[in-house]
């Protein structure tokens, strides 16, 4: 133990680092901690940010993240979460909020908010779940964080929290100054103890509260409410079953026995009704329960209960377990990108299908689609195309009509060459499922391969459309920049390609291909028009991030707002300008 005497130490460092202990603090208000609470009437922590640089914040998080390879493009896993995502925002408190989801390439089982209402969930976390009700649960736990504003308001608590607590601390340290003992010593350590403990209260507190709101979300959008306990618990017997570290989602969002009992008690009160498009429609019970549930609750609108009632919006049909529904269609939805998150976030494609190829020699309950549709894609990933082709053929053929088998064996058969066949399959998904971002991207890149003007042509059709509804998707603007290029539209190949770096986290470089095309004698009124918009739009960030001295571009993240519970390890793949080493559909 080193002891140091109060006058030859100066304490206003050591005071002022206390106070940054607590930047994260706690919002115990005197009321809750006499015992009596009293009704929260709302927060001032809006006022800290403006929606549009909370947009701002959370966009340029994306991008660096991007830029350092830390996010999963691909657009079917995106497709997919944005509309699981989605589907529980309209189920939410505030359906008007903007939110854009993304999976964050990392093993680890994690998932944060941050501002603006982006919401990441690590590879780990996905392949972890063995339901979707699990990981909508975890999702809905972050937008209720968004929701409630747990990231402003423990912001902005830490300007009202920290300043008594450190008052307090110098006038004990000032009283004990001219003393012997410990006094201020000790002083300091409980003001620090004081900071710490407030702060893991104001997490206990908002996760309780996220727990609340997301199992209320999860009942409203028709998933399994119970799944929010069941997540926390698999998650922790899991972790302790093969004693293995307790992984960052639990740490963040820390546990116990009584906050499991409470999420099962609030799921079976959210049992009784549910909801669709936020208006109540049906219930489950013993008959009469039920029926009496559903003739005085109150129709639900987003924003809040209407004055009627269900009754007078007509009958009301009684469906059993309805927080169990068997949606087999969105559950094999779900085990179906859980594979191929496995895949494309695996270090090795040659690993994997010694995965697949081991546990279905031997474990017969492991041969199902989802495990066989992973199959495929390792093999494709691992350029062993004739097998992957042999594999995907027999779960297409078993299954007519499913699009994710046919456009991963149109992707197979792609790289194996047979073109004529891949573009075929390609031109039939296009047909049936027109504007599909995966299976025009995936087409589109089959006819750049060529290398020729009319089929670039072609391939500037299909991704044109897209663009107004998927503008921020880097690997779309870089295809259709390579089409325009092709097609011999250099102005827009040019608007495109800059567009798709500064997506990627490249600013500076976005920024300077503008300026160098504003140079350019052939464009014409609108198009200069458009990129001086699109340069004046960019240039104040760029001039942030010049001035927090961090070069635009160069990876690195900084001063990005998040919620503490964002903790991602520096890339185990190597830097890469695509979505994967291996283009992969």
Not at 118 to 138: C, H, K, P, Q
Not at 229 to 250: K, S, W
Not at 298 to 320: D, L, M
Request: hydrophobic content about 40%; some cysteine.
């Amino acid at each position: 133990m080193v002891v140091v005497t109060l006058s030859k130490f100066n304490w206003l460092p050591v005071t002022a680092l206390a106070v940054c202990a607590g930047l994260a603090g706690a919002r115990v208000d005197a009321h809750e901690t006499s015992g009596v609470k009293l009704p929260d009437i709302g927060s001032s922590a809006g006022e800290l940010a403006m929606p549009r640089e909370m947009q701002e914040y959370g966009a340029s998080m994306l991008h660096e993240m991007r830029a350092m390879n830390y996010i999963l493009d691909d657009p079917l896993l995106n497709d997919y979460l944005d509309g699981l995502g989605h589907r529980l925002v309209a189920q939410s408190d505030r359906p008007d909020l903007p939110f854009t989801f993304f999976i964050v390439r990392d093993n680890d089982i994690n998932a944060f908010a941050a501002p603006g209402g982006y919401i990441g969930a690590n590879a780990g976390l996905i392949t972890a779940m063995n339901r979707e009700d699990e990981f909508a649960a975890v999702i809905a736990h972050e937008i209720a964080h968004v929701t409630q504003q747990h990231l402003l308001r423990a912001y902005e608590d830490m300007k009202k929290s920290s300043i008594p607590i450190t008052l307090a601390m110098l006038g004990l340290m000032i009283a004990g100054a001219g003393r012997g003992d410990d006094t201020a010593p000790a002083a300091l350590m409980s003001g620090t103890a004081l900071i710490q403990q407030r702060q893991i209260n104001f997490t206990r507190k908002d996760e309780i509260e996220a727990d609340r709101i997301g199992i209320q979300t999860l009942a409203r959008a028709g998933f399994d409410p119970v799944a929010m306990a069941d997540t926390f618990a698999t998650l922790g017997r899991t972790m302790r079953v093969n004693g293995i570290d307790v992984p960052e989602f639990l740490r963040t969002h820390p546990i116990d026995t009584n906050r499991i009992a409470d999420a099962k008690a609030r799921a079976g009160q959210m049992d009784t009704c549910g909801y669709v498009n936020g208006v109540l429609d049906r219930c489950v019970g013993d008959g009469a329960d039920a029926a009496a549930a559903a003739a005085t609750a109150p129709i639900r609108t987003p924003f809040g209960p209407a004055a009627a009632s269900v009754a007078s919006a007509g009958p009301v049909t009684i469906s059993p377990n309805l927080s169990r529904l068997d949606r087999s269609g969105s559950r094999d939805t779900f085990l179906l990108m859980r594979e191929r998150v496995r895949v494309l976030s695996a270090r090795s494609p040659a690993a994997m299908v010694g995965y697949y190829a081991d546990s279905l020699k031997a474990d017969p309950a492991f041969d199902t689609p989802a495990n066989r549709y992973g199959y495929g894609l390792a093999l494709t990933r691992a350029r062993q195309l004739e097998r992957a082709i042999a594999e995907l053929r027999k779960l297409a053929d078993a299954q007519p009509g499913q699009a994710t088998f046919e456009l991963a064996l149109a992707n197979a058969e792609d790289h194996a060459g047979r073109h004529a066949d891949a573009e075929k399959r390609y031109a039939e998904l296009h047909e049936d499922y027109p504007g599909n971002r995966a299976i025009s991207l995936a087409y589109a890149g089959s006819l750049l391969s060529r290398g020729q003007d009319k089929s670039a042509r072609q391939a500037q059709n299909l991704l044109r459309p897209l663009l107004d509804s998927y503008s921020d998707d880097p690997d779309l603007q870089t295809s259709y920049a390579r089409a325009c290029e092709l097609a011999g539209d250099p102005v827009r190949a040019a608007e495109a390609y800059a567009e798709a770096a500064w997506l990627k986290g490249r600013a500076e470089d976005a920024l300077n291909q503008l300026k160098a095309l504003t140079s350019k004698e052939e464009l014409d009124y609108y198009q200069r028009a458009r990129v001086e918009a699109r340069i004046t739009a960019m240039t104040p960030l760029v001039l942030e991030l010049r001035r927090r001295g961090t070069k635009p571009g160069d990876g690195q993240q900084g001063g990005s707002l998040t919620e503490p519970a964002l903790s991602v390890s520096r890339p185990r793949e190597p830097l890469s300008s695509r979505r994967n080493t291996f283009p992969l559909q």
